[in-house]
């Protein structure tokens, strides 16, 4: 291709789209490797489970995570890369979105637009989001695609483009309801700017609003027939009525973007919004101003809310999006960092995705017996994320088994005290029909099914139970189990011990009944059979 058709290529955006094209087939390919390589979190493990049962709504979230578990390979049993595909699929999506808002945007600029998909797609927070199960997958990509439709719309593309709009909304709505704070100021930006302010009197963004709420409304019928479960799960878990200010928090919630972001980049967005704001003042910029609407209100309302709700880093990571694409638009025009800094930013950012790609592939193969078995690991380190991996294929095999063999005297299902056994159980057991939570505090959206299985009252149970002190020394076999007894007798008629599943620090694991902890373990799972469930959840 001779010199001027390339530069014609690249001028008409072409070139750069390749670009991104290759950079997300290569980060799918690492993250296919990842996904594969270590076991689901908890987190994930119930947020997959939920493609096994669905519905219109859930104990702790809108519905479009399990939607998208359900849509792709999330019904293929025990296979943690068939898990974690609606990810990766939404993670290589994303950064095209985002180079479609960018490049509608600004036009005459395809480097602009190339420049700022790329810099979201390297970023860690997107790393994590495109390989991990959680209800941002979808959030990121249908409100990166709403800015864009909304953005075409309220530019002149006409009525299709507000209903794509309008749609893109909806999705995201039913995705994670931090939709509901992004979305609502894209029309507070059409009343801000005068050029757009004319079109609140047109039928347009009021049809986007419309579907919006009509594919929303969904979710709130479902919450309307369960006691509005959404709303007052989020609301206890906010700790509002409760909170107390904690500077801590606040600190935490500072600090915990700047890794998200990475170290060099962090800077480079918060200096953006600033000479953005400038710049919108100064000009009247109507792209600013709409970046700035975009993606301020989320963090600045999670900012707000951190002195008395403990914010997790990742939350804020979707209004990150706008403020992003436009720091890239002002360096482009020669108004944030010089040339020298962004090469570094750039390059941490890859150093940093790369290594979370790879962490999980070097973490699950490394030897983790120490000489001092009962030293721990360093919080942080590879040694003790592999540990916290170990065990569960093994413990997911002994409950189907032991419940298998309950299964043939009478109906018989597997039960764990919280949410985060139950959920792993269910996955690596492949019983996801079968598996429900005891505590009534933590059993999140297993109460529900049980409820939707009459109760279970009658049926036998093999119980799973983490012990808390593995190595914790007994003086006799029944002091072992005498607390255990005390959490189940009241819930069954009669219970009995059988061979735990024992995990050591080498991976290697063992059926054992007694109370000896020689050689010293990694963690043990209590394993017992229950017969007679009264159909009551433990309440203290």
Avoid at 22 to 33: F, Y
Avoid at 492 to 518: M, N
Avoid at 523 to 533: I, K, S
Wanted: proline share 6%; glycine share 8%.
């Amino acid at each position: 291709m001779s010199r001027e058709m390339t530069s014609s290529f690249h001028r008409s955006g072409n070139g750069f789209l390749v670009r991104l094209v290759l950079l997300v087939l290569g980060l799918t390919l690492l993250r296919l490797l990842a996904a594969g390589a270590f076991p689901l979190l908890a987190g994930e493990a119930y947020y997959w489970l939920w493609g096994r049962h669905l519905a219109l709504g859930y104990y702790d979230h809108p519905p479009m995570v399990a939607w998208m578990s359900a849509l792709f390979l999330g019904w293929v049993d025990t296979s943690e890369l068939a898990a974690r595909s609606g990810p990766i699929v939404l993670g290589a999506l994303t950064p095209l979105a985002i180079y479609g808002l960018a490049r509608a945007m600004y036009p005459a600029s395809p480097r602009l637009a190339w420049r700022a998909a790329a810099l979201c797609a390297i970023t860690p927070m997107f790393s994590l989001n495109a390989i991990l199960v959680m209800p941002d997958n979808s959030l990121v990509l249908f409100t990166a695609l709403s800015w864009w439709f909304f953005w075409r719309a309220a530019n002149g593309r006409g009525t299709g483009a507000w209903i794509l709009a309008g749609l893109a909304a909806g999705l995201a709505l039913l995705s994670k309801f931090h939709a509901w704070v992004l979305l609502p100021p894209l029309w507070l930006f059409l009343a801000i700017s005068p050029s757009k302010r004319r079109l609140l009197r047109t039928p347009g963004p009021w049809l986007a609003a419309a579907l919006a709420l009509a594919l929303v409304s969904l979710n709130l019928w479902w919450n309307a027939n369960h006691d509005w479960a959404n709303y007052a799960f989020q609301w206890r878990r906010s700790s509002i009525p409760r909170a107390h200010l904690r500077l801590g928090q606040v600190l935490e919630f500072l600090g915990g973007a700047v890794p998200m972001v990475s170290p060099l980049v962090f800077p480079i967005m918060v200096w953006g919004v600033w000479k953005g704001f400038k710049r919108w003042r100064r000009s009247g910029d109507d792209r600013v101003l709409y970046l700035l609407c975009a993606g301020l209100p989320l963090p600045l309302f999670l900012g707000l809310l951190s002195p008395g709700v403990e914010i997790s880093p990742h939350w804020p990571a979707t209004g990150y999006v706008p403020l992003l694409v436009l720091a890239v638009a002002l360096y482009e025009n020669g108004e944030l960092f010089g040339r020298r800094y962004w090469r570094w930013a750039v390059g941490v950012c890859v150093a940093l995705t790369l290594l979370m790609h790879l962490a999980p592939l070097v973490a699950f193969q490394i030897r983790t017996e120490r000489e001092d078995p009962l030293s721990r690991p360093k919080r942080w380190s590879l040694a003790r994320l592999h540990e916290k991996l170990l065990g569960w294929r093994e413990i997911g095999a002994l409950g189907r088994r032991v419940r298998d063999e309950m299964n043939e005297r009478s109906p018989a299902v597997i039960m764990a005290g919280n949410w985060h056994l139950a959920s792993m159980l269910a996955f690596y057991s492949g019983e996801t029909q079968e598996v429900f939570a005891l505590d009534e505090r933590s059993a999140g959206n297993f109460e529900l099914w049980r409820q939707e299985q009459g109760g279970l009252e009658g049926f036998d149970a093999v119980v799973v139970i983490e012990k808390s002190k593995p190595n914790k020394q007994h003086p006799s076999y029944i002091t072992k189990y005498d607390k255990y007894h005390r959490y189940l007798d009241p819930l069954f008629e009669r219970v009995e011990e059988v061979p735990s599943l024992i995990v050591y620090p080498s991976g290697k694991t063992e059926e054992y009944l007694g109370y000896g902890v020689s050689p010293p373990r990694l963690r043990e799972f209590l394993v017992f059979r229950c017969y007679g469930f009264n159909g009551e959840l433990k309440r203290d």
